[in-house]
């Protein structure tokens, strides 16, 4: 019988306190692939880790937060995983590292991957993130002189895509690779902004 393979839906993962999702990663971080997370948002009032806490458990055991969605009014899932190969560095999860490092609170695995960040140059190379990604000014410039289309549709993408620009621009890894980003970039928004 031909066809694919049924696959379940991940069951989330709910914990109350920071040090059962500690114990969960020091049992599992060298075994699973990933890990759904319920958290309860704020004003729930529902007795749950927060992302915060959660992100500090998973950065001591090598883990990095992969992605969310909601789940109902009261809760969002949050996807964790082994921090792959490469994979940058927020400057927030650096900042968060050098936090749990100074406080004696890392564990190997965790150590490991800021020993492979620190050697091949993405513990330096961090990035700011969603909130406070800086658009470089080579990009600006070329925005200025783009039609008035162009800034349109640029005004118009969230944070995150505007991260995404500045982190896809800051990791050419030639000045003409940078060029031509930027050039596809400003046709883009361009054909977006019409």
């Known amino acids: 019988m031909g066809g694919r393979a049924l696959t379940r839906a991940p069951v989330p993962l709910t914990f109350a306190t920071p040090e059962e999702w500690n114990f969960w990663l020091s049992q599992r971080h060298d075994k699973a692939a990933d890990v759904w997370l319920r958290l309860a948002k704020k004003a729930t009032g529902t007795a749950s880790i927060d992302w915060e806490q959660a992100i500090e458990e998973a950065i001591v055991w090598g883990w990095i937060d992969a992605q969310?969605?909601?789940?109902?009014?009261?809760?969002?899932?949050?996807?964790?995983?082994?921090?792959?190969?490469g994979s940058p560095w927020t400057a927030k999860a650096r900042a968060t590292a050098e936090k749990l490092i100074a406080g004696g609170w890392m564990e190997d695995p965790g150590l490991a991957e800021v020993a492979r960040a620190r050697a091949d140059g993405r513990w330096e190379a961090a990035y700011a993130g969603d909130k406070t990604a800086?658009?470089?000014?080579?990009?600006?410039?070329?925005?200025?002189?783009?039609?008035?289309?162009?800034?349109?549709?640029?005004?118009?993408?969230?944070?995150?895509?505007?991260?995404?620009?500045?982190?896809?621009l800051s990791t050419a890894k030639t000045p003409s690779a940078r060029s031509r980003r930027i050039a596809e970039y400003i046709e883009t928004l361009t054909k977006s902004g019409d």
Request: positive net charge; without cysteine; charged residues 25%.
């Open 134 to 168: 800086e658009i470089p000014d080579d990009f600006l410039t070329a925005l200025d002189a783009a039609p008035e289309a162009a800034a349109t549709a640029f005004n118009a993408l969230s944070a995150k895509a505007r991260a995404a620009l500045a982190f896809r």
């Open 68 to 85: 969310k969605k909601p789940d109902g009014l009261h809760h969002i899932l949050h996807r964790f995983t082994p921090r792959r190969a």
